[in-house]
Antibody
Framework: EVQLVESGGGLVQPGRSLKLSCAAS????????MAWVRQAPTKGLEWVAS????????YYRDSVKGRFTISRDNAKSTLYLQMDSLRSEDTATYYC?????WGQGVMVTVSS | DIQMTQSPSSMSVSLGDRVTITCRAS??????LSWYQQKPEKSPKLMIY???NLEDGVPSRFSGSRSGSDYSLTINSLESEDTGIYFC?????????FGGGTKLELK
């Protein structure tokens, strides 16, 4: 059974950093592109970043470019999202996804 | 960026209704279009991929179609479990973009 389990969320002050992790199981992680998608409270879905199966290429939405870094460790079947210089507008539930499969989401709240 | 204009934003429907939700793409996205259903406090669930392909395990009353730059999700004979918010997603080009969502509620 495919499982994606996010962790690392929480309350953080503006300007600080947070690193999200997504532990994958039930499939060959290294074969798949992965992505992070977020959803602000009561809002729609917003793509954040994607990474190729090898990790050789990454893609970001403009509003997080230069602040967020997506990465992966195929040996550990884990996806990461390093979030620096956090802003209040980054407050959202962050989902790790393989397209057809999504994690349960992890809440990130940026507030002083 | 490719804009996905989704309509309607909400619908009040009855059991047994035929429901159609549409997303219009601002640029060519081919068939790189998926539909997701999201229930309150839950993760999105893939319903349709490649514009017209039914995801495994999704009831056959759901279908997807394309007419030019218009993509539609149709639910034939709505059941109570079909309520929720539906989103389209284009993944032809980065940044991937979602439609604004359609909230489906029972009358």
């Amino acid at each position: 059974e495919v499982q994606l389990v996010e962790s690392g969320g929480g309350l953080v002050q503006p300007g600080r950093s947070l690193k999200l992790s997504c532990a994958a199981s039930g499939f060959t992680f290294s074969n798949y592109y992965m992505a992070w998608v977020r959803q602000a409270p009561t809002k729609g879905l917003e793509w954040v970043a994607s990474i190729t199966n090898s990790g050789g290429s990454t893609y970001y939405r403009d509003s997080v470019k230069g602040r967020f870094t997506i990465s992966r460790d195929n040996a550990k079947s884990t996806l990461y999202l390093q979030m620096d210089s956090l802003r209040s507008e980054d407050t959202a539930t962050y989902y790790c996804t393989r397209g057809a499969y999504w994690g349960q989401g992890v809440m990130v709240t940026v507030s002083s | 960026d490719i804009q996905m204009t989704q309509s309607p934003s909400s619908m009040s429907v009855s059991l047994g209704d035929r429901v159609t939700i549409t997303c219009r793409a601002s640029q060519d996205i081919g068939n790189y279009l998926s539909w997701y259903q999201q229930k309150p406090e839950k993760s999105p669930k893939l319903m349709i991929y490649g514009a017209t392909n039914l995801e495994d395990g999704v009831p056959s009353r759901f279908s997807g179609s394309r007419s030019g730059s218009d993509y539609s999700l149709t639910i034939n004979s709505l059941e109570s479990e079909d309520t929720g918010i539906y989103f389209c997603l284009q993944h032809k080009q980065y940044p991937w973009t979602f439609g604004g969502g359609t909230k489906l509620e029972l009358k």
